[in-house]
């Protein structure tokens, strides 16, 4: 029996495999396992991974949740100690100033817990990848999904990714 041969991939779809096996990378999938579920070879997730600085990319995405709740407690500790510096100077007489100040804690200590109960970046990015596998499956029974439809919502995943990072910032 003749061996099959694979159809040669258009350079749309190979591109809206590109950026597929980025959000794999981004969420943690080494190159071998990205290679493995996008039908690619090594060398080739290898070779987009350096010409598109994934690693990089990835270390930038991952700034934490926690990271960022931390530097709001540090805040709140820095806001704290200016109070209790200028009451133990006895500077009292400026009760707005201090005031304002125990508002400024109040506001990052809420904000810092509606952080820590929240979505993170990472959690809505492994969805993301989630239903893109999923609609990459689809496409090879579902007509409606073209590779140039898969493409336009990776572009706007992407920059749903880039808004909740604003967001975070």
């Known amino acids: 029996m003749a061996k099959q041969?694979?159809?040669?991939r258009t350079k749309r779809e190979l591109d809206v495999l590109r950026d597929y096996a980025f959000r794999l990378y981004l969420?943690?999938?080494?190159?071998?396992?990205?290679?493995?579920?996008?039908?690619?070879?090594e060398a080739t997730i290898s070779?987009?991974?350096?010409?598109d600085n994934w690693e990089r990319q990835r270390k930038e995405q991952s700034t934490s949740t926690i990271a960022l709740v931390n530097s709001l407690m540090l805040a709140a500790k820095k806001i704290s100690e200016l109070i209790?510096?200028?009451?133990?100077?006895?500077e009292t007489d400026n009760i707005d100033a201090i005031t304002?100040?125990?508002d400024n804690i109040a506001k990052v200590m809420a904000s810092a817990k509606r952080i820590a109960k929240g979505i993170?970046?990472?959690?809505?990015?492994?969805?993301?990848?989630d239903l893109e596998q999923w609609l990459m499956q689809r496409m090879e029974t579902d007509d409606e999904l073209t590779p140039e439809l898969i493409s336009t919502i990776n572009k706007y995943h992407k920059k749903y990714i880039e808004y909740i990072s604003a967001q975070e910032a």
């Open 27 to 41: 969420s943690g999938e080494t190159q071998k396992i990205i290679a493995a579920k996008t039908d690619l070879t």
């Open 84 to 90: 209790i510096a200028k009451l133990n100077k006895g």
């Open 120 to 129: 993170t970046k990472d959690e809505v990015i492994d969805v993301i990848i």
């Open 100 to 102: 304002k100040l125990s």
């Open 47 to 51: 070779k987009w991974a350096n010409e």
């Open 5 to 8: 041969t694979k159809k040669p």
